[in-house]
T-cell receptor
Framework: DAKTTQPNSMESNEEEPVHLPCNHS???????IHWYRQLPSQGPEYVIH???SNVNNRMASLAIAEDRKSSTLILHRATLRDAAVYYC???????????????FGQGTILTVHP | GAVVSQHPSRVICKSGTSVKIECRSL??????MFWYRQFPKQSLMLMAT?????????EQGVEKDKFLINHASLTLSTLTVTSAHPEDSSFYIC????????????FGQGTRLTVV
């Protein structure tokens, strides 16, 4: 499976922007970049995904490097509720039922200070 | 968006007994569901792929006779931990998605299993 690399932890202050980086140098041309987050004692929650172009939704923005070997999840104004583990995952275009099979790395623990 | 619901959210059982965890996709038909296990302070590890109407596919190192998976309908997959032992205590999470990488995966809220 294509692998991603993220910093173990990051910290932010409330209402400040947060940029969470992810390296995926072995990404193939048809792999989608997905981001999920997990709050304590909960299942993961979808945040955003993209292929080549930058993406925005109500939760966050995703900036994808031109060579697609890295991406950055941007939380525009962090809140205390954004404190979670953030996972950057490549959804591999391998065909069939493997699309839903996600390989989780260690993720980035985001701490938000009031 | 679609919702995946797990039940129960937490369960305590005695060593040697079996526990069943249900995973339901509430508003879409999931031909495939996935079961993950997460130990404290670790990431999610895929255990098996649950296929509607056929046998589940287990990841390497996961005992199929211990973790029984049944996917009898397009909206329900169950995971039964048989003859549970304390080392099976973990957070079990199911997920479902459409079969295309350009869509999000949906996760249940997880089941905290404690074997005493």
């Amino acid at each position: 499976d294509a692998k991603t690399t993220q910093p173990n932890s990051m910290e932010s202050n409330e209402e400040e922007p947060v940029h969470l980086p992810c390296n995926h140098s072995t990404i193939s041309g048809t792999d989608y970049i997905h981001w999920y987050r997990q709050l304590p004692s909960q299942g993961p929650e979808y945040v955003i995904h993209g292929l080549t172009s930058n993406v925005n939704n109500r939760m966050a923005s995703l900036a994808i490097a031109e060579d697609r070997k890295s991406s950055t999840l941007i939380l525009h104004r962090a809140t205390l509720r954004d404190a979670a583990v953030y996972y950057c995952i490549l959804r591999v275009n391998a065909g069939g039922t493997s699309y839903g099979k996600l390989t989780f790395g260690q993720g980035t623990i985001l701490t938000v200070h009031p | 968006g679609a919702v995946v619901s797990q039940h129960p959210s937490r369960v305590i059982c005695k060593s040697g007994t079996s526990v069943k965890i249900e995973c339901r996709s509430l508003d879409f038909q999931a031909t495939t569901m996935f079961w993950y296990r997460q130990f404290p302070k670790q990431s999610l590890m895929l255990m098996a792929t649950s296929n509607e109407g056929s046998k589940a596919t287990y990841e390497q190192g996961v005992e199929k006779d211990k973790f029984l998976i049944n996917h009898a309908s397009l909206t329900l997959s169950t995971l039964t931990v048989t003859s549970a032992h304390p080392e099976d205590s973990s957070f079990y999470i199911c997920s479902a998605s459409w079969d295309t990488p350009n869509t999000e995966a949906f996760f249940g809220q997880g089941t905290r299993l404690t074997v005493v």
